[in-house]
């Protein structure tokens, strides 16, 4: 099996290949030569493409596509021609243009984008009945500092990577629409610089969801922490319930990497994406909304 990583532009897909590496051949391309360094030294097996094209040319069993979000729609473009099962590291958009542009793609069946939190362990057994859910909470525990001192300052730029409330937001959000479905809207969104002044975003922001059916949610995000947790709490008329998801003694298992990269390699098995496709751009929609209104509010 070979698998193609397209793009190393956050830490995620360096993630990725490690799990990828125990089961499969791994192709990759990366413009930039220092990233690049840092994977193949790590992966020294693994085969170099000179670009996109000369990567999907070597007839992958799947790709992993992690480039900055204003390349993602073109590069998924050229990906869906093939047919090939697709991972889309998150977020897949961050900006209304993106979004457009994502919309008008054919995606089919085989390609996935989601918050690695969905398929963590501890958040794997939890449902909730709709009809039973007052209100939903979800609190977003992961430090932003990285960016403080322009490190990866694309993901930092509410018009390109969305900054913290799109990217770290992004596992808030997902974690609920799994819960409790795709048909939800934004209902207002806030975000501050409360410790990392020298940011192009917020460090803290906060969601306001409503679903159809009239359920109430939040979401927080708290970017400036010293360790990283997320938190989903249910409100019901008979009190409340909540999970934590944390790394613990192997993050890559606990935060949901490794239970990602399964559901990927049951698509490269020929079976559809266990996130549809729909339920994302619903995703992405509240997040780009929330980016508007605070944009402007």
Known sequence: MRIAIAGLATSHPYTDARTFARHAELVVWEPDPERLRRFTDEHPDAKVADGLDELLAGEPDGVVLT????EVPEALGRVLETGVPCF????AAASRAQLDALRRLPAHERVMSASVLRF???FAGVHADPRDVLSVRATVRHDVGMWADGYNAWQDTPGEGGGT???????????LVALLGPDVRLVGAAGARRHYRTLRSEDTAVLALQWANGTVGTVEILGVSEDEA????????????SVVIEGGPDPVQGLGYAG?????????GGGPSPVPWAHTLAILEVLVSAREQAATG
């Open 88 to 91: 889309v590291n998150k977020p």
């Open 120 to 122: 963590a362990p501890a």
């Open 67 to 70: 480039v900055p979000n204003p």
């Open 230 to 241: 997320y938190t989903v709490t249910l409100h019901g008329r008979h009190g409340s319930e």
């Open 260 to 268: 990602t990269i399964e559901a990927f390699l049951g698509m490269v």
């Open 165 to 175: 409330m799109v990217t770290m937001g992004i596992h808030g959000v997902e974690l």
